[in-house]
């Protein structure tokens, strides 16, 4: 009888999940076409018309005289519309419509239903973020001379040196903050605690000028280790906290009774802590990692914005166009930056397995 | 003997205390000059430079742990967790604590940070009719989007852990954790552009039409609602945070303690509610405080779709214009502290669970 | 316990060689860094000590090589194509002088500008598209003043005496000129698509009331005459603030227009708010407007002009600066496909005013070839190329008309010396509350509905006094 309802209540899941889950789809979905498509379509036509749809298709033109005075009711075939019925399309027999084609040329259009599928793909989007966008810079001979921007490899490592241990230092240093929190009492714990809290909710652009003074006078501007300790900074309260309330689960049996085996503090931290906190360090990894992969603010500030540091995101924040919006481009680079965090939860991902911690945890 | 053995240990001690901590300051010191100075392939150097960093933090406690296991074990016990927090606390002070500090000095002083006004930075803001606003659409954050995020991570969490596809739904959910702020600006203008014409790129428009509607300019012109059509694309960015977190929480409920339960013949819903749920509530607490403070502090996804037009604007993004944009220092920072004050339940709240789980 | 300690030590002591030996290494590193910062040293100490007059001016010591291998860092907001135009006029500076300028661009170009120079860290030179927000770092004294090295008679053989002015600005010891203008653009330009517009049988209007009639015609023949965004992101709003400037200046004095900008004149009297109606009679008539004031709102200002190059245009006149070409779709021909003409005058009694924005160059940080970069950039040289790949106008008098490629730009070069009154972009001047804050986001809320123009105009006077 449980065995049942289980295999039912499972079924009812599954389709629950996909519904939800397709709803989560559509908007990626919606890009992830957009940025195979040519760059004049994708602000003419929605995204879905590259699927079978029902569709107007002309089949027949029909030229009014140019005099014809649109103000009066037009006639056409010995019935007659009014010029807005004719702008946006109006039903006649059979199932066919009247649409202008062009009412200046007086070029009426007679269309009838149909499905129709929009297929102009194009890789254009993708080559021009990763080899560079083109730009016609005229001649003063009337001539145009194309002058190409830079590729994306240089930032990509530029992202990689920052966001590595810009996740690895603040993780770490955050669980022996957290371990010391939960299982080692010292004066001043409980406020430095509220202090971490408090930090949570400060917003990180408050920081940006009295520490660019002093990165300035510590010539630790522009620098890796700047940027490493700015975002190990901006993270440190909220995995602190993450850490803590993971780490104060763990069973203290254990700790003591290692204690009692002669182990330090930091022994059972590295042997033991650390490994059952797998689980968390890797979530809580994912979190750290996207926040320093997709920064633009910290990097701007404490790196800049020099073709030789430039970090992805300001390399595709330069792509959109000055002013202006390069929807297409920013599809395809959209897209390319999402890869490496995708992969790292790819990775990180098995880590999150049952059992691991058995029934060793107490809530 | 025995004296003169301890003050050799001793002199040792404040010998090694001193050399450990300046031999670390000076590597990290010369390995960053090293770097400073050398052009490297810049796929060498990132190698490298991952390297130190990650090796380098490891070597640091390591080294000061050591220093520490040299005093005489009743010193150990009072030192050691001074090592484990001192970094911690050291980059949080220097980097988070005195900028925030500096910040409430500012709140008292004029637009030039020249002199002292009093609270009347703090009587402007509260009679404003943008920053009532702002709160507004603060409160609105944190009601609809946190308790959906939280809501909705929760049930995909524990969907998912049923299902027979759980891989393949929780990268979809999490997937748009992984787009950039700009980027889901690009992806949501799909979705909610209006284009005057009969021809709609915008999904919600397109299907609005089709169903007969008139299209809407959705994150502009339909005050107070547009603020949940921004808040629509939080939950979608962020219910990833929450199901990662309390997918691995559910993980960690004992299955016997399930067994039990189904043997015993609870329903699963039941089972859900009566042993999930208590089960997990310290995971509950926090993911709930992280989102709450993150909608507090709301400020891309505003920055990105309306830039705070059309009544969108809220706390944060009102702080990052009056501080940066517009030079006004005071006013600026006063908004920063309305945003602490603000966190005061929060934090009240938190205590009072640190306080069970044992914390003085 | 032991194995850990021992090796421990090996790792100190081979720490301690790693330091020995990098000490030796940077110091050579350093040894080679300092030559040339000693030089930076000396040189700094010379301008003070003997006058520019008997080695000739920075420029022309920088043509000589004396600053060979220097750095400056340029930053300003434009990036894109912009970038590329920008590097390609400086390079011939950069090849003959062996200065190498550094241009960062951001597109949060006013805030970052202020972190860092509020972090001291600022760029050697940043430019600046509003000189309103430069005008607050030249209160706190973080500008240098570029009559120190510049000769005031050659500035003025250089530049109009209103840029000067409108680069003369008030520091805490007396007034500043704050900086060189580098390029300028023409903001009272209405746009057409122009074989549509002539094949439609449409006249380019010459005055407001035919303005009005021509766009009545087109909306008797079932077209939408104006095509209008504002969208900007966090700068929506700012289209709307030209045109109300552009008719400021067409109703009122320009004394009234500068009191206005200064904040005597507010935003609540008659004046402003006629200047605000007349605009309405387009901007609120929703035949008047493609897609309405809902498609106002949420078209990007970039995109707006785009329904006059479809076939047939579903929209007919677009009143922006000449910046905008640069948006509109690709393979257009200038005079054929598209052209302008003069946003036209409202009240006889005020002329023929044309609107500018402009680009100032300041400087933060006082070295020789910063002052010799600086001075490159009082040049009409230093825009040569751009000027010829079209988008920019220079507003230096040594700048050659025949640099200009085509008609279109030719004519507004000309048009800005027939000007009866030439005004600078009143919201750009304005303190960065209004001008970058209170009057976007007011014209902005007045146009979606949300306030109506009573409000507006409160909540935007409102920013003078933040």
């Known amino acids: 009888m449980p065995e049942k309802e289980r295999k039912r209540s499972s079924w009812i899941v599954n389709i629950v999940l996909a519904v939800i889950c397709l709803v989560w789809l559509i908007p990626t979905l919606g890009l992830f076409i957009s940025s195979f498509r040519p760059a004049t379509e994708i602000l003419q036509t929605g995204w879905w018309t590259v699927f079978p749809h029902r569709t107007w298709e002309t089949v027949e033109q029909i030229q009014l005289p140019k005099d014809l005075d649109l103000r009066k009711p037009v006639e056409v075939n010995g019935r007659t519309y009014t010029n807005e019925e004719l702008r946006a399309g109006i039903e006649i027999e059979d199932g066919r419509r009247l649409i202008w084609e062009n009412p200046r040329e007086r070029l009426l259009n007679v269309q009838e239903r149909g499905w129709g599928m929009n297929t102009s793909f194009t890789l254009e989007n993708y080559k021009s973020v990763l080899t560079g966008k083109e730009y016609e810079i005229a001649q003063p001979d009337g001539g145009v001379r194309l002058e190409k921007g830079s590729n994306l490899s240089r930032s990509f490592w530029n992202t990689l040196a920052v966001s590595i241990p810009g996740t690895v230092i603040p993780i770490l240093i955050a669980s022996f903050a957290a371990y010391a929190f939960a299982w080692m009492p010292f004066p001043g714990r409980k406020l430095i605690f509220v202090t971490m809290i408090a930090l949570l909710v400060v917003p990180l652009q408050v920081a940006l000028i009295p520490v660019l003074k002093d990165y300035t006078a510590l010539g630790l501007n522009g620098s890796l280790l700047g940027i490493w300790l700015a975002h190990t900074a901006f993270g440190l309260p909220l995995i602190t906290y993450f850490m803590y309330n993971y780490i104060s689960q763990l069973p203290g049996e254990i700790f003591e009774s290692a204690y009692l085996d002669g182990a330090s503090n930091f022994t059972i931290f590295t042997r033991l802590v650390l490994p059952l906190s797998v689980p968390a360090l890797a979530s809580i990894g994912i979190f750290q990692f996207l926040w320093v992969w997709n920064d633009y603010l910290v990097a701007l500030v404490f790196i800049g914005s020099q073709p030789d540091v430039q970090v992805l995101s300001m390399r595709i924040a330069d792509l959109v166009g000055s002013r202006g919006s390069d929807w297409h481009l920013l599809t395809a680079a959209a897209f390319i930056s999402m890869f490496m965090p995708l992969m790292v939860f790819f990775f990180l991902q098995k880590y999150f397995v049952r059992g691991l911690l058995g029934g060793s945890i107490k809530g | ?360 | 316990m032991k194995p850990v300690r021992k090796s421990l030590l090996a790792v100190l002591s081979f720490a301690l060689i790693f330091v020995l030996a990098f000490t030796a290494c940077s110091n050579q590193d350093e040894a080679v860094d300092q030559q040339p910062a000693e030089n930076e040293t000396d040189q700094q100490e010379q301008p003070v000590a003997d006058d520019s007059e008997n080695k000739g001016s920075y420029l022309e010591r920088a043509y000589a090589g004396e600053f060979q291998g220097t750095k400056v860092s340029v930053f300003g907001p434009f990036a894109d194509a912009d970038e590329v135009k920008f590097e390609q006029s400086i390079k011939p500076f950069e090849e003959k002088t062996g200065i190498d300028i550094q241009y960062e661009s951001s597109k949060e170009f006013e805030a970052t500008i202020s972190i860092r120079v509020e972090g001291g860290n600022a760029p050697d030179i940043a430019d600046f598209p509003q000189p309103g927000l430069l005008e607050s770092f030249v209160k706190t004294g973080k500008v240098i003043d570029v009559r120190t090295f510049l000769d005031e008679d050659y500035l003025k053989e250089q530049y109009n005496q209103s840029w000067l002015d409108m680069a003369t600005m008030e520091g805490p010891d007396g007034d500043v000129m704050a900086g060189v203008w580098s390029r300028s653009n023409l903001k009272s330009l209405v746009w057409y698509p122009k074989n549509e517009f002539e094949a439609a049988g449409y006249e380019v209007p010459e005055t407001w009331d035919e303005l009005l009639a021509l766009s009545e015609q087109i909306a008797a023949d079932g077209d939408t005459p104006w095509a209008i965004g504002i969208e900007s992101g966090a700068a929506t709003g700012w289209v709307a603030t030209d045109w109300v400037e552009d008719i400021m200046l067409r109703t009122t004095s320009p004394e009234n227009y500068d009191k206005w900008v200064k904040g005597e004149l507010p935003f609540t009297s008659d004046i402003v708010k006629n200047a605000v109606q007349e605009m309405s009679k387009i901007w609120l008539n929703d035949d008047y407007v493609y897609g309405g004031r809902k498609a106002i709102v949420t078209t990007p200002f970039g995109d707006a002009p785009a329904p006059m190059f479809d076939v047939p245009p579903k929209a007919w006149l677009h009143r922006q600066g000449n910046f905008i070409t640069s948006f509109f779709p690709s393979g257009l021909t200038p005079g054929e496909d598209y052209d302008w003409f003069y946003f036209p005058p409202i009240d006889e009694q005020y002329g023929k005013p044309v609107l500018v924005g402009g680009d100032i160059m300041a400087m933060f940080n006082d070295r020789p070839e910063v002052r010799a970069v600086m001075e490159f950039f009082t040049t009409g040289e230093s825009l040569k190329t751009w000027i010829q790949s079209g988008g920019t106008i220079a507003p230096m008098n040594d700048a050659d008309l025949d640099w200009y490629s085509n008609e279109s730009d030719r004519r507004m070069a000309q048009l800005l010396q027939e000007a009866t009154t030439i005004r600078f972009d009143g919201s750009d001047q304005m303190p960065g509350s209004v001008g970058a804050g209170t009057f976007w986001k007011g014209m902005t809320d007045y146009v979606s509905g949300t306030v109506d123009l009573d409000e507006a105009m409160e909540e935007i006077q409102a920013g003078f006094n933040q």
């Not at chain 2, 392939?41 to 990650?54: C, M």
């Not at chain 2, 600026?332 to 640190?354: D, E, W």
């Open chain 2, 1 to 360: 003997m025995n004296k003169l053995a301890f003050r050799g240990f001793s002199i040792r001690l404040v010998f090694l205390s001193i050399l450990v901590p300046t031999a670390n300051l000076v590597l990290h010191g010369l390995i960053f000059l090293f770097f400073k100075h050398i052009d490297l392939h810049p796929l060498l150097a990132a190698a490298l430079a991952v390297l130190w960093g990650v090796v380098g933090i490891y070597f640091v406690y390591l080294s000061l742990n050591w220093v520490v296991e040299q005093y005489p074990q009743h010193l150990r016990q009072k030192m050691l967790p001074f090592v484990f927090v001192g970094p911690a606390v050291l980059i949080l002070g220097w980097l988070l604590v005195f900028p925030t500090l500096r910040t409430l000095y500012l709140s008292f002083l004029d637009a030039q940070s020249v002199n002292f006004v009093g609270l009347s930075n703090y009587v402007a803001v509260f009679t404003d009719r943008l920053l009532v606003t702002a709160l507004r659409n603060n409160l609105l954050w944190v009601v609809f989007g946190a308790t959906s995020c939280v809501a909705l991570g929760l049930l995909i969490a524990i969907l998912a852990d049923r299902s027979s596809y759980e891989r393949l739904a929780k990268t979809i959910i999490f997937m748009p954790m992984a787009i950039s702020f700009v980027a889901a600006g690009v992806i949501w203008k799909f979705i909610y552009y209006y284009q005057p014409g009969d021809e709609q790129v915008g999904l919600l428009n397109a299907i609005v039409v089709a169903l007969g509607g008139e299209p809407q300019a959705w994150t502009s012109l339909l005050q107070p609602w547009n603020n949940l059509f921004l808040i629509v694309i939080l939950i979608w960015m962020q219910t990833g945070f929450a199901m990662v977190i309390f997918s691995a929480a559910i993980k960690g409920v004992p299955g016997e303690l399930l067994e039990a339960a189904r043997v015993d013949g609870a329903g699963e819903i039941r089972i859900f509610f009566q042993i999930i749920i208590p089960y997990i509530k310290g995971t509950i607490l926090a993911v709930t405080t992280t989102i709450v403070v993150f909608t507090l502090k709301i400020f891309d996804v505003v920055m990105v779709m309306t830039g705070g037009q059309y009544d969108t604007e809220v706390v944060a993004t009102q702080f990052y214009r009056q501080f940066f944009m517009y030079r006004n220092f005071g006013y600026g920072s006063t908004l920063a502290i309305v945003l602490l004050i603000a966190v005061i339940p929060i934090i009240i709240f938190n205590l009072r669970q640190f306080r069970r789980q044992g914390g003085v």
